[in-house]
């Protein structure tokens, strides 16, 4: 039997949401969104969905993970528009610390492209050089 609060198959999500059917179909394998299934076995999703999908795109854009907003996600923490939202216990640190992996990620990409314009810098010169002689 089918409840009234379910109505949208995934292409009407992906078209009100702006996020591919092939992401949604990663955020349910994820757990982060849950749909039912149809006597056809066609994923059936309610009005929340909505809300929730935009959600996690825009926090995947922002560069957490899946990991990191699955326990918001389980809380309810994603089921009103982000703006919106209180501050989920534990949102704050998360964001931080994924922040500060970005910092010393790009850190250590720094170092090593200078590493990599000091070898280009002495291949010029060495080939330069040995152009002159």
Sequence with gaps: ???????????????R????????????????LRAE??????????????????NIQGLLRAGLTVDDIREPLDTG???EPLGQLPLCEGA???AT????ELDRRIGALRQL???????????RNALAASERN
């Design 97 to 100: 610390d994924r922040l500060d």
């Design 37 to 54: 299934r149809a006597a056809n076995g066609y994923r059936d999703y309610d009005e929340s969905a909505v809300i929730r999908a935009a």
């Design 113 to 123: 492209r200078e590493r990599l314009a000091e070898q280009v810098t002495r291949t």
């Design 92 to 94: 704050l640190q998360t």
């Design 17 to 32: 949401t702006g996020v591919s059917t092939r992401s949604l179909r990663y955020y349910e394998q994820q757990g982060l």
């Design 1 to 15: 039997m089918r409840r009234d609060s379910i109505d949208m198959r995934i292409g009407e999500l992906s078209r």
């Design 77 to 79: 923490c994603l089921n």
